[in-house]
Each structure stands twice: as structure tokens, then as C-alpha cells.
């Protein structure tokens, strides 16, 4: 059954993919009490993509999801309903959970608590974005802005199959994935990740992987630039056109999140991966298009 | 003596100050054997901040040095070129040195020779950068994006002094130093610089730095952006309008310098402190543009 598949280059790229395969994925929504979480939410209902379960209070049942005809569960606080969305995953009768209004940390302990959470045991917790620069012709895929501070190496070889899973679902056959470093040297002593990106390097071309092209240590401007690549006289299978950064850790990723967003105009779109289904996190400062971006990226990697 | 200061925001304000204050540094150039760094000579020396003494082969002084009337030292090769360079700065006969087409390495060698080299005992080496982005009213300084892996106690305590005597000399009052990390909490057991950073905010309120305003661990955002502080209700006297930057280590100085150079079109300069004179040290794929700038900062800082 031979299908025409084209990469995905950009978020409307990704909303068009989404219609035309006729994808809507339920989502269960914590704590919407805010309206940027709501635009968002209306925005991916409207495209066609989610059907969202509102977890809220009486007030927003009121004012926001009876007149749009929204599924909703009633709670009285944020804790509340962290637990009572994470209950509908568990039953199986979601596919997405997103952050509303409510601390990181109450929806996460109720993500992860050992009894009735939502994470698997022995999966790698992580976090990963997609972001999309008017400077890169395609969608930069990273890991990890916001959970693992320093990946060991368990962590990192989980952060790889993400991110080639993530690659795949936009239809990239060959992922290219660059190991990110401040230079292109190994350097054992002062950077003990840098042999392990030797290794990873080295099983990547076993196929531990899978269809996935991996390299590094790379730096910024080498994974991304061919013309860089050419001026040092580097040698890389990635060639300057990486679709995706394993970050050495959360600082670096962490800051090249908020620097794109800031100072680039960066669309982006962010997940959680390794809990039962996708977690969109959206933090307060991310606008009404990251949000709804982050929905429609969940709805294509959600199984 | 009350005399008009007004604070440099940008380069083409740089260029002017030198050329107002009628600065004009004696600046050695070692092994300049390539066309970016010899234009970027030329040019600093048609604006008139700089009067180079070329450490150069006898093809460049025929080829380069005779037709601008440039002094020159012959030598035969890179290695000769970096010690020939420095036993200039020995001498007290000039007040930059910047680097040309050689290996980093092969310059720094000479630079931290023990016997012959130009590093006084117990200073701190590090690299500092200044940036002018289209998305910020004003420059940004940081360190370190080329020296230090993770900067210790002293060696972190030496780059905020540069750094405010950095601004101090671009007429920046009170400059406002941010600690950057990837939130703005406190959090000793993964990230124990973070505790460095409250103590430094406290020397610094005891006066320590001199006139300063350090607040931190602040992210790249609350650092740079007013809007985002208050989004994110956090109180800072730095009020997101950071005049220079600390990075916990050189994967994150590291990356946001080439994050912004790619993907924001930064224009940047960049020196070397903690040697006897500033030392301009760009990397092959800089633009001409960036090493004029470079012996900008240089002149401006060198004493």
C-alpha cells in the first residue's frame, strides 16, 4: 500500500498532516482556568485535531465549556484535578493530558506518584521540543529543556530513541541527530559525555537506533550550518542540516529553549515523553501558539 | 572636571567614542595570513583606533603590509610568528595582540609560557563577549564561551570584575549582572553553583564588585525581558534589562554565543582577559565585521 509521504517542515506543515489523516486525539485538560490555555485549546478543537475533557471548576464550566459544548469533570482545586485528570488516563479514556493553571510540580505529583500515576516503571522521564526558526528550513527537534539535569547514560540513550521516534512520526526517514558539544573534540577529562557521545556514535552505526544518521560531539554552528562545517574543514555525516540536538544537559538546553524564543521568534511546541501518553507542559510565559502547537504535536505522537 | 558620559549601546557608538576620545592602540597582529583578519585590520586602521605591528611572512609584507605602510616583523612560520608577537607585548611595545591565522593552541602556547609568556601569576584567563541583538535595546556582555569548562569559586568571582569593568568602561554606571541558570530557584543539590550565586549576590550587595547590581540564579528570560518577569511574578533588581551575563559553564556561554551568531544575526566582539594586554582571539568562521569590532572592544579596554 504505497502512500506519498512528505517530511514535515513547519507547524502548519504538521496542522495540515493532522486534517488530512483525520486525527483527533481526547484530551484531558487540567485546571483551563486561564485564557490562553482556553484559546488554545478552542483553537485545536476548531482544527479538529483534539477532543478535549475540561478537568475545571464550576466557574469555567460556566463561562467557557458549556458554551462550546466541552466534556468537563468538576474539581475544586488544581491538586484536585491533577488527580482526577490523571485517573481518566489511567482508565484509559485519554490519549493527551495537558497543563492548565496550575504548578509543574502538583500536576507532576500526580503524573508520578507510584501508586496512582501515570509513569511507567523503568521509563525515562523527558522532555522534548520542536521548534521551528525563520532561519532553518525545517523543524529543529531538541532534548531537554526542563527535566533531566544532567543525563546519565541510561537518560541519554532514551532521550535518542524520543527523538528518533518524534523524527519518524514527521516523516523524516533519516533522521539526522547531532550530539551537542561546546567544540568538535572528545574530550574525556573535562567533558566525560563527550567519549559517550563516541560510543553512541558508534552503536547509532550498529543500528541500536534505528534509521537515524548520529554524530558528534558537533557544536551549535557545525550541526547547523553547512557553510560552517566547510570553513573548520569538518567531516560530518549530518552535513550541517541536523533534524535534531541531544543537549549535554539542562542548562544548555534549557537556554537555547528561552534564547530562540526570545530573541528569534521562534515558534515552538513542547512534550513530555515516557509517561502513558504525551503531558503537554506549557509554562506561563508560552504564548497561545506554543500551547497550541504543543497539542498538535502530542496528537501526532500519541499512540 | 564634569565631562558628558553617555552609555554605549551598540557598536557604531563604540567606533565613535574611539574616534571622539582620539584612542589609538599599538595593536600586534600575529601570522596574518588570511583576507577576513587582514580587512578587519585595515579597516580599524582607516577608522583610526588602531596602529598594527604585523608579525607576518615576507609574502604578506609584500603582498599586504608595504602598499598600507604597516610595520612588520618578519617571521617564518606560526610558532615563530606567536613568540615573536608576545616578546612584542614583553617589551611594553604595544597594547593588543591579536590572533590571525593560526591554531588557537599555537598562539596560546606562547601566551602562557611561564618564562616567556604574558599571563601574570594568579589571574584568572577568560573569555568575554559583548553582543548587539536586533531584539535588545542594548549590548550584552557574557563570559565565558571559549576558556573555562566550569568556572570555581575564584575563577567566577574574576569574570564578574571583568565584566563590570567592562561596562564600566562602555559608561554603563551600575551594570547589571544576571547569574544565569535554568530557573530561578536555589537548588544546591543539583546545581551547587546556584548557592555560589546567592553568596556573590551577597558580596555583591556588601559592595565587593564595585558599582553593580547582581541578582540571580535568573533564566535567560527573566534576565532580558521585563514582560516575562512579571508574567512570571518574580521580583528582580535587574528588572530584564541585563547589561552582561555570567553562564554556569562553557557549554552554555558556549552555545548561546553561536546560537545568536546563527540564528539571530548577533553582531559580536570578543576578547581574552587575564593577560598583560587584551588578546583578540576570533575563531576561523567569524566575519570581518566581528574581528573589527573585536579590536574595538580591545582598544577601548586595554589600558
Redesign the interface.
Known amino acids: 500500500m504505497p502512500e506519498e509521504r512528505k517530511t514535515i517542515n513547519d507547524f502548519k506543515q504538521l496542522i495540515h498532516l493532522l486534517k488530512e489523516r483525520k486525527i483527533c486525539k481526547r484530551t484531558v485538560v487540567v485546571w483551563p482556568e486561564e485564557s490562553h490555555t482556553q484559546e488554545a485549546v478552542l483553537k485545536a478543537v476548531k482544527e479538529g485535531f483534539i477532543k478535549p475533557i475540561l478537568v475545571c471548576s464550576k466557574q469555567t464550566l460556566e463561562d467557557y465549556a458549556k458554551k462550546n459544548n466541552f466534556q468537563t469533570i468538576i474539581a475544586e482545586s488544581p491538586e484536585e484535578a491533577a488527580r482526577k485528570a490523571v485517573e481518566v488516563i489511567r482508565n484509559g479514556d485519554a490519549d493527551i493530558l495537558m497543563k492548565g493553571f496550575l504548578n509543574t510540580d502538583v500536576l507532576l505529583r500526580a503524573v508520578l506518584d507510584k501508586e496512582v500515576g501515570i509513569r511507567p516503571k523503568d521509563t525515562v522521564l523527558t522532555h522534548i521540543t520542536a521548534a521551528k526558526?525563520a532561519?532553518?528550513p525545517k523543524l529543529l527537534f531538541f532534548t531537554d529543556?526542563?527535566v533531566i539535569?544532567?543525563p546519565n547514560e541510561t537518560q541519554r540513550r532514551a532521550q535518542i530513541k524520543y527523538l528518533v521516534d518524534f523524527c519518524h512520526a514527521f516523516e523524516i526517514e533519516y533522521p539526522k541527530i547531532a550530539l551537542?558539544?561546546?567544540?568538535e573534540k572528545v574530550d574525556e577529562r573535562?567533558?566525560p559525555y563527550t567519549l559517550s557521545y563516541k560510543m553512541i556514535k558508534a552503536e547509532a552505526a550498529d543500528g541500536l537506533f534505528g534509521k537515524c544518521i548520529i554524530d558528534g560531539p558537533l557544536?551549535?554552528?557545525t550541526s547547523?550550518?553547512l557553510e560552517?562545517l566547510r570553513?573548520?574543514q569538518i567531516e560530518s555525516p549530518i552535513n550541517g542540516q541536523a533534524d535534531a540536538l541531544i543537549?549535554?544537559?539542562?542548562?544548555?538546553?534549557?537556554?537555547?529553549y528561552?534564547?530562540?524564543?526570545?530573541?528569534?521568534h521562534a515558534e515552538t511546541a513542547a512534550i513530555l515523553q515516557g509517561t502513558m501518553v504525551p503531558v503537554v507542559l506549557p509554562s506561563?510565559?508560552d504564548t497561545i501558539e506554543s500551547k497550541f502547537y504543543s497539542l498538535a504535536l502530542a496528537s501526532l505522537v500519541t499512540r
Open positions: 526558526l532561519e532553518y529543556a526542563a539535569p544532567f551537542i558539544h561546546c567544540s573535562h567533558f557544536d551549535m554552528i547547523c550550518s560552517a570553513i573548520k543537549f549535554p544537559d539542562i542548562e544548555a538546553g534549557n537556554l537555547f528561552k534564547t530562540i524564543t526570545l530573541f528569534c506561563r510565559g
